[in-house]
């Protein structure tokens, strides 16, 4: 069955990086798109970046991140990372990688993946 796990999250000061790793198995990594979603307390989850299979020629962010946060995959060693630069405390959530059901899908929302990791928490201090 198809597994994700994330790590590298952590408690950082406003302004610091973090890097996020997702390792996935159960499946051919390279013939998905790939994407990354957050949810803080009491709120929904949202779109963080999804990056296209194969190569990841292509990449869309959600525009809170965009300019800071860089999502990128390394097909031999199954692995997706997002490396987030400049975070601020509004950042902070659990972070989760995601991946659809069809290797045909690209999407910016959570209805559009149908396998999730567990999550890893990130929390930026001010």
């Known amino acids: 069955q198809v597994q994700l796990v994330e790590s590298g999250g952590g408690l950082v000061q406003d302004g610091d990086s973090l890097r996020l790793s997702c390792v996935a198995s159960?499946?051919?990594?390279?013939?998905?798109?790939m994407g990354w979603f957050r949810q803080a307390p009491g709120k929904e989850r949202e779109f963080v970046a999804v990056?296209?299979?194969?190569?990841?020629?292509?990449?869309s962010y959600a525009d809170s991140v965009k300019g800071r946060f860089a999502i990128s995959r390394d097909n031999a060693e199954n692995t997706l990372y997002l490396q987030m630069n400049s975070l601020k405390p509004e950042d902070t959530a659990v972070y989760y990688c995601?991946?659809?059901?069809?290797?045909?899908?690209?999407?910016?929302?959570?209805?559009?993946?149908?396998?999730w990791g567990q999550g890893t928490q990130v929390t930026v201090s001010s």
């Open positions: 995601a991946v659809p059901g069809s290797t045909m899908r690209f999407s910016s929302t959570p209805d559009g993946y149908d396998y």
């Open positions: 159960g499946l051919t990594f390279g013939n998905y798109a």
């Open positions: 990056i296209s299979r194969r190569g990841g020629n292509t990449s």
